[in-house]
């Protein structure tokens, strides 16, 4: 069984020729767990993410109980552009269904011209660096404002177009991960931990969120910097495991 969603303003039979294409047309640009590639579609430009199809339990898991990747990663994206956040045109997604449950599935979205990443503001040296955080900072409280908690809040899911003078625009990426909830000061201050933020950039980041939310700077600090410590020691921790398991398989 096949479930195709298409957003209105796409011909549903276009896209289901270009899925159907997937493995042997378009420019691929990622390939590791998922394969993001590049296919044209009406005179632009857009990218399909091919999810790896899931492990026996959560195929099941995918097609009885809960949302797959595809699915969640087209829903996200039009919530977000109804919370007036940035983020790719959501075009569509399929999903391919057997009794077992989930095989492959695609999320279809239009391709962005950004200008960089959030990784270039790891360099010192980039150009408007500190203020760009400053905006970047802002864009997460405003997330956090609207109840928006994206679970991979991390260096390479914010795309970043420059609009003109002291303004960037930031659009969200890799979107299956994310709640709807009312978010608490916790919550908050954990949200910047998968961003591997280096210290001056905390000191940035810190100084402009406990302006926004009216909190004193220091507490702001040191709770960002515990919450991002936390998170590279349990990310340490489970290399370790893993490459035990490797010597001892």
């Known amino acids: 069984m096949t479930n195709l969603v298409v957003s209105e303003g796409y011909d549903v039979q276009q896209i289901k020729d270009l899925l159907d294409s997937f493995e042997n047309a378009g420019e691929s640009i990622w390939k590791k767990r998922n394969t993001l590639k590049i296919f044209a579609l009406s005179g632009r430009e857009v990218i399909v993410k091919s ?37 790719p045109d959501p075009i569509g997604y399929r999903e391919e269904f057997s009794l077992i449950g989930l095989g492959s599935s695609q999320y279809i979205s239009a391709k962005l011209d950004y200008d960089f990443d959030f990784n270039a ?73 998968r961003l591997g933020l280096t210290p001056d950039m905390i000191e940035i980041v810190s100084r402009a969120y406990a302006k926004l939310i009216g909190e004193d700077v220091d507490q702001v600090r040191a709770d960002i910097t515990a919450s991002c410590n936390a998170f590279d020691k349990k990310k340490e921790k489970k290399k370790n495991l893993k490459k035990k398991l490797g010597r001892s398989s």
């Not at 099941?60 to 996200?76: D, I, T, V």
């Open 51 to 87: 999810f790896k199809v899931p492990h026996l339990v959560n195929r099941f898991a995918y097609r009885y109980l809960r949302k797959s990747k595809a699915r969640r990663s087209y829903e996200h994206a039009r919530i977000l552009r109804q919370k007036g956040i940035l983020t």
């Open 121 to 193: 503001l790891y360099d010192a040296g980039f150009e408007n660096r500190d203020r760009i955080l400053e905006k970047f900072t802002e864009f997460t409280f405003q997330l956090h404002e609207r109840g928006i908690h994206h679970l991979d809040h991390s260096r390479g899911n914010t795309l970043i177009v420059k609009r003109g003078e002291d303004q960037w625009d930031f659009y969200l990426v890799d979107l299956n991960r994310m709640r709807f909830e009312k978010m608490d000061y916790q919550k908050r201050m954990d949200n910047f931990s």
